[in-house]
Protein backbone atom coordinates (compact mmCIF):
# COMPACT_ATOMS: atom_id res chain seq x y z
CA UNK A 1 0.00 0.00 0.00
CA UNK A 2 1.23 3.10 -1.31
CA UNK A 3 1.56 6.40 1.17
CA UNK A 4 -1.25 7.92 -0.63
CA UNK A 5 -3.56 4.67 0.00
CA UNK A 6 -2.53 4.63 3.40
CA UNK A 7 -3.67 7.87 3.90
CA UNK A 8 -7.40 7.02 2.38
CA UNK A 9 -7.51 4.09 4.85
CA UNK A 10 -6.57 6.00 7.72
CA UNK A 11 -8.78 8.98 6.49
CA UNK A 12 -11.77 6.20 6.13
CA UNK A 13 -11.47 4.67 9.38
CA UNK A 14 -11.51 7.99 11.53
CA UNK A 15 -14.98 9.10 9.72
CA UNK A 16 -17.20 10.07 12.26
CA UNK A 17 -20.78 7.78 12.39
CA UNK A 18 -22.67 10.38 10.53
CA UNK A 19 -19.73 11.00 7.93
CA UNK A 20 -19.57 6.94 7.44
CA UNK A 21 -23.24 6.74 7.67
CA UNK A 22 -23.30 9.46 5.12
CA UNK A 23 -20.79 7.72 2.75
CA UNK A 24 -23.14 4.81 2.72
CA UNK A 25 -26.22 6.74 1.81
CA UNK A 26 -24.09 7.94 -1.21
CA UNK A 27 -22.26 4.44 -2.56
CA UNK A 28 -25.86 2.89 -2.55
CA UNK A 29 -27.48 5.78 -4.69
CA UNK A 30 -24.64 5.53 -6.61
CA UNK A 31 -24.69 1.71 -6.93
CA UNK A 32 -21.11 0.99 -6.11
CA UNK A 33 -19.15 0.17 -3.41
CA UNK A 34 -18.08 2.15 -0.31
CA UNK A 35 -14.68 1.45 -1.15
CA UNK A 36 -15.73 2.25 -4.57
CA UNK A 37 -16.46 5.78 -4.07
CA UNK A 38 -14.45 6.76 -1.24
CA UNK A 39 -11.34 7.80 -3.40
CA UNK A 40 -13.72 10.63 -4.72
CA UNK A 41 -15.10 11.52 -1.64
CA UNK A 42 -11.88 11.90 0.08
CA UNK A 43 -10.19 13.80 -3.29
CA UNK A 44 -13.34 16.40 -3.63
CA UNK A 45 -15.41 15.98 -0.57
CA UNK A 46 -18.92 14.65 -0.04
CA UNK A 47 -21.06 17.91 -1.76
CA UNK A 48 -18.97 17.44 -4.89
CA UNK A 49 -19.06 14.06 -5.06
CA UNK A 50 -22.77 14.06 -4.07
CA UNK A 51 -23.94 16.34 -6.84
CA UNK A 52 -21.90 14.55 -9.32
CA UNK A 53 -23.46 11.29 -8.65
CA UNK A 54 -26.78 13.11 -8.32
CA UNK A 55 -25.99 14.91 -12.06
CA UNK A 56 -24.67 10.86 -13.39
CA UNK A 57 -28.09 10.00 -12.08
CA UNK A 58 -29.79 12.78 -13.62
CA UNK A 59 -27.82 12.03 -17.50
CA UNK A 60 -28.90 8.33 -16.75
CA UNK A 61 -32.65 9.13 -17.12
CA UNK A 62 -32.68 11.53 -20.22
CA UNK A 63 -30.80 9.24 -21.89
CA UNK A 64 -33.56 6.27 -20.60
CA UNK A 65 -36.42 9.24 -21.67
CA UNK A 66 -34.99 9.20 -24.87
CA UNK A 67 -33.94 13.37 -24.45
CA UNK A 68 -30.71 13.03 -25.35
CA UNK A 69 -28.88 13.78 -29.20
CA UNK A 70 -26.65 10.65 -30.53
CA UNK A 71 -23.09 10.99 -30.97
CA UNK A 72 -23.81 10.56 -34.65
CA UNK A 73 -26.15 13.17 -34.77
CA UNK A 74 -23.73 15.90 -33.07
CA UNK A 75 -20.89 14.57 -35.50
CA UNK A 76 -22.59 14.62 -38.36
CA UNK A 77 -23.86 18.33 -37.32
CA UNK A 78 -19.88 19.31 -36.76
CA UNK A 79 -18.97 17.93 -39.91
CA UNK A 80 -21.61 20.18 -41.93
CA UNK A 81 -20.30 22.93 -40.34
CA UNK A 82 -16.65 22.49 -40.67
CA UNK A 83 -17.69 21.70 -44.49
CA UNK A 84 -19.71 25.04 -44.58
CA UNK A 85 -17.13 26.87 -43.00
CA UNK A 86 -14.19 25.09 -45.30
CA UNK A 87 -15.96 25.95 -48.58
CA UNK A 88 -15.99 29.66 -47.36
CA UNK A 89 -12.66 29.98 -46.70
CA UNK A 90 -11.48 28.46 -49.94
CA UNK A 91 -14.23 30.61 -51.71
CA UNK A 92 -12.49 33.84 -50.30
CA UNK A 93 -8.71 32.35 -50.03
Not at 28 to 50: K, M
Not at 51 to 61: F, G, I, K, M
Request: charged share 30%; aromatic share 4%; proline share 1%.
Amino acid sequence: MNSREKKQAQALAALSAVDRARLECLAARADVSLEAIWPDVWLYGFEDTEDSVETNLAADDEIAAGRTVSNEDVMEGLKRILDSHAGRKQRSG
